[in-house]
């Protein structure tokens, strides 16, 4: 089974989707890119499309995500990605919910018109000769589940997979997935499906595949605080238990996470972003709640870095200290 990393707008940077490469993901997306930014000629690109467009050297399979609405602009723009030599998919974005996308009908928005969903899938897939991957929802509401109509048509147009999200625009990211509706698209199409919007935790995965008859899951919030659940699935899949992920190995991924970060944007800006994922990677963990007050004072990477080697060690200490009470029991008496 295949575990894909979902696109996160403002969330699933290079540096983050590395981390989920080394721990086994099979593929990631980019934040999605707005396609008109895209096919604006520019000789020099803004700093923000630069970094949206980054890939690092521990990345594996790579899609870059694609919004917007009006068929030759998405063409345009997958053209251009695809001459960057630097992608291994162009993925179309028909799934996000949020209201400056849908104002513009992008994203969710497209659901509501299939017939031009058709026609930036056939757009797209002629002007580009990498794999076209589609992401969408159900459909716009229950009442107008239209996936099914839409990924048949991808698969028409010539695209390669589809990555489902089993929700409507209306549920937006909360309520139970519609499995029903989900296996309608399996039955509509031939094309490697992706099952998105279940996994919390790692015994979810094959669950959730089978339950929809996928052949992989796609996997976005539950990898934010757990990276790791990559290489848990994989765990799982070879009979194993999911590992016990301690201080030492959390705090190693967040810093290589922050050096990457750092090396992306300003360190700054980088810094403070990486607070929330301290938060997530270490949560639950003993004296985490001291070290999250510290590292939201927390501005260079070297502070951010110096914080956290605190908090190992002191971990360490406190565990030289703690003497086990068997440990005092069975000890041999001093006689001397
Ligand atoms: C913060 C955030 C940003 C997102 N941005 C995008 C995006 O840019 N493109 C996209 O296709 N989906 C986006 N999504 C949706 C996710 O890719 C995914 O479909 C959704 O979160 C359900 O999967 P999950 O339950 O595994 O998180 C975003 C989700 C979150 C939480």
Same mark, same amino acid.
Request: contains cysteine.
């Given at each position: 089974?295949?575990?894909?990393?979902?696109?996160?707008?403002?969330?699933?940077?290079?540096?983050?989707?590395?981390?989920?490469?080394?721990?086994?993901?099979?593929?990631?997306?980019?934040?999605?890119?707005?396609?008109?930014?895209?096919?604006?000629?520019?000789?020099?690109?803004?700093?923000?499309?630069?970094?949206?467009?980054?890939?690092?050297?521990?990345?594996?399979?790579?899609?870059?995500?694609?919004?917007?609405?009006?068929?030759?602009?998405?063409?345009?723009?997958?053209?251009?990605?695809?001459?960057?030599?630097?992608?291994?998919?162009?993925?179309?974005?028909?799934?996000?919910?949020?209201?400056?996308?849908?104002?513009?009908?992008?994203?969710?928005?497209?659901?509501?018109?299939?017939?031009?969903?058709?026609?930036?899938?056939?757009?797209?897939?002629?002007?580009?000769?990498?794999?076209?991957?589609?992401?969408?929802? /159900?459909?716009?509401?229950? !009442?107008?589940?239209? &996936?099914?109509?839409? =990924? %048949?048509? +991808?698969?028409?147009? *010539? @695209?390669?997979?589809?990555?489902?999200?089993?929700?409507?625009?209306?549920?937006?990211?909360?309520?139970?997935?519609?499995?029903?509706?989900?296996?309608?698209?399996?039955?509509?199409?031939?094309?490697? /499906?992706?099952?998105?919007? !279940?996994?919390?935790? &790692?015994?979810?995965? =094959? %669950?959730? +595949?089978?339950?929809? *008859? @996928?052949?992989?899951?796609?996997?976005?919030?539950?990898?934010?605080?757990?990276?790791?659940?990559?290489?848990?699935?994989?765990?799982?899949?070879?009979?194993?238990?999911?590992?016990?992920?301690?201080?030492?190995?959390?705090?190693? !991924?967040?810093?290589?996470?922050?050096?990457?970060?750092?090396?992306?944007?300003?360190?700054?800006?980088?810094?403070?972003?990486?607070?929330?994922?301290?938060?997530?990677?270490?949560?639950?963990?003993?004296?985490?709640?001291?070290?999250?007050?510290?590292?939201?004072?927390?501005?260079?990477?070297?502070?951010?870095?110096?914080?956290?080697?605190?908090?190992?060690?002191?971990?360490?200490?406190?565990?030289?200290?703690?003497?086990?009470?068997?440990?005092?029991?069975?000890?041999?008496?001093?006689?001397?």
């Amino acid at each position: 089974m295949r575990c894909l990393l979902a696109s996160m707008d403002g969330m699933s940077s290079a540096a983050f989707r590395s981390l989920c490469f080394e721990y086994g993901a099979d593929g990631a997306t980019t934040e999605m890119i707005g396609a008109a930014g895209v096919a604006r000629a520019k000789r020099r690109r803004a700093p923000v499309m630069e970094a949206l467009l980054t890939r690092r050297p521990e990345e594996g399979e790579l899609a870059a995500q694609l919004l917007g609405s009006d068929p030759e602009i998405l063409a345009r723009a997958a053209a251009r990605l695809e001459a960057l030599n630097r992608f291994d998919l162009i993925e179309i974005n028909m799934g996000c919910p949020a209201r400056v996308a849908i104002r513009s009908g992008n994203g969710a928005a497209l659901l509501r018109e299939p017939e031009k969903c058709g026609a930036i899938l056939r757009a797209v897939c002629g002007a580009v000769s990498l794999p076209v991957r589609l992401k969408l929802r /159900l459909g716009w509401d229950d !009442a107008h589940i239209t &996936a099914p109509e839409i =990924a %048949r048509m +991808a698969e028409d147009a *010539g @695209a390669r997979a589809v990555i489902l999200h089993g929700r409507t625009k209306l549920q937006m990211y909360s309520g139970e997935v519609n499995l029903e509706a989900m296996r309608r698209v399996r039955e509509a199409v031939s094309i490697p /499906l992706y099952a998105n919007g !279940a996994v919390v935790r &790692a015994g979810d995965a =094959a %669950r959730f +595949a089978r339950a929809v *008859g @996928a052949d992989g899951v796609c996997i976005g919030r539950a990898a934010l605080k757990s990276p790791w659940i990559f290489d848990d699935i994989r765990r799982l899949e070879r009979g194993e238990k999911v590992a016990q992920r301690d201080a030492a190995e959390r705090v190693g !991924a967040l810093l290589r996470f922050a050096e990457r970060l750092c090396a992306q944007k300003p360190e700054r800006f980088a810094i403070q972003e990486m607070r929330k994922y301290s938060q997530w990677f270490l949560e639950g963990l003993t004296g985490a709640d001291a070290l999250f007050e510290r590292v939201k004072a927390a501005q260079t990477l070297d502070e951010y870095r110096g914080l956290h080697e605190c908090f190992l060690n002191g971990l360490a200490r406190a565990n030289d200290l703690y003497v086990h009470p068997e440990r005092v029991h069975s000890a041999p008496l001093d006689t001397r």
